[in-house]
């Protein structure tokens, strides 16, 4: 049987999980801030050095989305429930287990 992202991020009880935003991808939709039950996610407009960073398409798409993209200022709340890949429209979250972050 396969497991979902969240399933798989969380398997044991002491390992950390932090969900990652692929600002490429993410058109700054908000779906991840309204299923998440921990209040991990917000939308804003993105910094101006994560913008430096996208290449040239992603910077052209970013500015038709009015530059706004997900951020994880409470990602050491994340339980890796998995809703927010599931919610994504742009498949731009992973969670990623073993580490701890914010962004």
Do not use: W
Not at 87 to 98: D, F, M, R, S, W
Request: glycine share 10%; charged share 25%.
């Amino acid at each position: 049987m396969e497991s979902s992202a969240g399933e798989e991020a969380t398997r044991g009880p002491d390992i950390p999980v932090t969900p990652i935003v692929d600002r490429n991808k993410c058109e700054g939709k908000e779906a991840c801030v309204r299923v998440c039950p921990e209040s991990v996610f917000e939308v804003r407009k993105m910094d101006p050095a994560d913008f430096a960073r996208l290449p040239f398409l992603g910077k052209l798409k970013s500015q038709v989305h009015g530059r706004q993209t997900a951020y994880t200022p409470n990602a050491d709340a994340c339980r890796g429930c998995g809703l927010c890949v599931t919610a994504c429209p742009e498949g731009a979250i992973q969670l990623v287990a073993g580490q701890r972050g914010t962004g």
